[in-house]
């Protein structure tokens, strides 16, 4: 996997400018049951991939080194909460054997469906 996309990113950030100075943060993501139930440092870290996807059309690439950097963390992130509640959904790469796409595939769809009912 080479990077996660954010679901629905472009309907809670519809610029034309693909290079944004700042980002919106809805107050309903705030409010969400989900948001609240993450602890601190995978709250940091959904802000610093939502930063990141403004500049790569809502793509985070998959490389915690430089997402660590960039969100200023001292230790790696764990992606693992943000997948768990829909906030991030792995890419699947074409180039995956038939079943791992299959598996792939369903995990995404698992987790766009958890996304769609927050």
């Not at 954010?6 to 034309?16: A, L």
């Amino acid at each position: 996997m080479t990077h996660f996309t954010i679901p629905n990113w472009r309907e809670f950030q519809h610029y034309k400018d693909r290079n944004p100075p700042w980002i919106k943060l809805h107050f309903e993501i705030f409010t969400s049951r989900t948001w609240v139930s993450l602890d601190d440092r995978s709250r940091v870290l959904a802000i610093a991939c939502m930063l990141v996807a403004s500049r790569n059309d809502g793509k985070v690439p998959n490389d915690p080194a430089y997402i660590q950097r960039v969100a200023y963390m001292h230790k790696p992130p764990d992606f693992t909460p943000l997948i768990d509640i829909g906030f991030l959904v792995p890419e699947i790469p074409l180039a995956s054997p038939p079943m791992l796409y299959l598996q792939r595939q369903r995990q995404r769809q698992r987790c766009l469906q958890r996304a769609s009912i927050r």
